[in-house]
């Protein structure tokens, strides 16, 4: 019941709060056949937006008045917007297309994930209106499975990094899972770190400290 909650809580732009994500470096990417149970795998696309704010101060037209572009939601006053971004996952010639919206609490800065789906027409849209110009597309290459009880999600980025490898591991909030042994984990890494998505997908160049490496992973 709890999954069903989370999946329609998901649909429907409300947070998911049961769920814990650990995240790693990956020395080395087992190969998807090699892993000895069921996966499911997917081609990723992300491309992260510009404030409404920013737009507006470029003299763009108010992102109400056109109806194919997706734009942040409203919130109340204690809440404010990081960042926001939509997403193409392809698998089998299937497209399914979505929005996320990162918000944080001014009062403690406790932060939490607006999810809701959206249509081919508004994800065409709002990646030629609206990607933010400071950013490059994110694209990966995605293998799920589940072990012991935990989810187990690897994200192989293909641009603008390649062979550069992520695990998260989803679990129901224990930090107690067992490592599968065809994994070779490297550090844990953070949410806001040098090595997210976030920060990956910035154009300016990264200093040599802060660009991820396979030796770094060692």
């Known amino acids: 019941m709890q999954t069903l ?23 080395q990417r087992p190969k998807e056949e090699d892993i000895p149970v069921a996966t499911q795998c997917f081609d990723v696309e992300k491309v992260y937006l510009r404030p409404t704010d920013t737009l ?30 939509i997403r193409k996952r392809s698998q089998g010639g299937i497209n399914v297309y979505g929005m996320t919206t990162v918000v944080h609490r001014k009062l403690d800065g406790s932060r939490m994930e607006l999810k809701r789906i959206i249509s081919a027409r508004e994800y ?9 110009p400071e ?6 290459r995605r293998i799920c499975f589940l072990w012991e009880n935990a989810s187990y999600h690897i994200h192989h980025y293909i641009s603008p990094i390649d062979e550069f490898d992520i695990l998260h591991v989803q679990t129901e909030g224990s930090n107690d899972f067992e490592v599968p042994p065809f994994l070779k984990l490297g550090p844990p890494i953070s949410d806001d770190g040098d090595m997210s998505a976030f920060k990956i ?5 990264n200093t040599p400290s802060s660009t991820p490496t396979r030796e770094m992973m060692k």
């Open 5 to 27: 909650v989370n999946v329609v809580s998901n649909v429907v732009g409300l947070p998911s709060l049961s769920k814990t994500v650990f995240k790693y470096l990956l020395i």
């Open 135 to 140: 950013r490059n597309v994110v694209q990966q």
């Open 124 to 132: 065409s849209h709002t990646k030629i209106a609206n990607a933010d």
């Open 56 to 85: 507006l101060s470029q003299g763009g037209d108010h992102p109400s008045k056109d109806p194919d572009m997706v734009t942040t939601p409203q919130l109340s006053d204690d809440w404010e917007v990081e960042y926001s971004f």
């Open 201 to 205: 997908s910035l154009k300016q160049p």
